[in-house]
């Protein structure tokens, strides 16, 4: 099992996103950092949804998320930034 750790400090705040890989599927998915998004439940929403995919899919699947989720409101903070903190977990950028 290899751990994967990406961090992107954002226009206002830091986004961490860490998980476990197994099999090549996401596994333990964390998304923590100092920014802000209502509601809060958002954060525990996306990290649901990423557990257990291919780490190929994590991207698109978060572009969905967001997509489909119009009541998120995220000050400062956009989709890009979690894609790039993504990214970076996945040793991409």
């Known amino acids: 099992m290899k751990h994967h750790v990406g961090e992107h400090k954002a226009k206002k705040g830091l986004i961490r996103i860490e998980f476990d890989e197994r099999d090549g599927k996401a596994e333990n998915v964390k998304i923590t950092g100092d920014f802000f998004i209502y509601p809060e439940e958002t954060v525990q929403e996306l990290e649901k949804k990423l557990e257990g995919h291919k780490l190929e899919e994590l991207e698109g699947i978060i572009d969905e998320f967001f997509a489909m989720r119009l009541d998120v409101e995220m000050p400062y903070i956009n989709v890009?930034?979690?894609?790039?903190?993504?990214?970076k977990a996945l040793g991409g950028v």
């Open 80 to 87: 890009e930034d979690f894609k790039i903190a993504l990214k």
